[in-house]
């Protein structure tokens, strides 16, 4: 199968905030993901970086283009999506 989401040893720094480093996976085509965690945990880091974010190292590969609209591409849309449209 090929990845749809390929993430590997991404590193994510905040000025003023200690980084976190070293994520590693995969989604491939056909699979369901959740992010889950605590509050303050990194899952809307995590997101964004899916959604078009640079990382502070590290490679996020995904199939097609970052940005709403873009044929295959990738976005983001937060927890109270009709304060974002």
Do not use: C
Not at 34 to 44: D, E, L, M
Not at 55 to 72: H, I, K
């Amino acid at each position: 199968m090929v990845d749809l989401v390929l993430a590997k040893d991404l590193t994510v720094g905040y000025q003023g905030r200690p980084q976190w480093s070293g994520a590693n996976f995969q989604v491939l085509h056909g699979e369901f993901a959740a992010v889950i965690g605590p509050n303050g945990s990194g899952k809307s880091t995590l997101i964004r970086l899916l959604a078009g974010r640079r990382p502070t190292g590290g490679v996020v590969r995904r199939q097609g283009a970052a940005g709403l609209g873009r044929p295959g591409g990738t976005a983001l849309i937060m927890q109270h999506p009709e304060t974002q449209v």
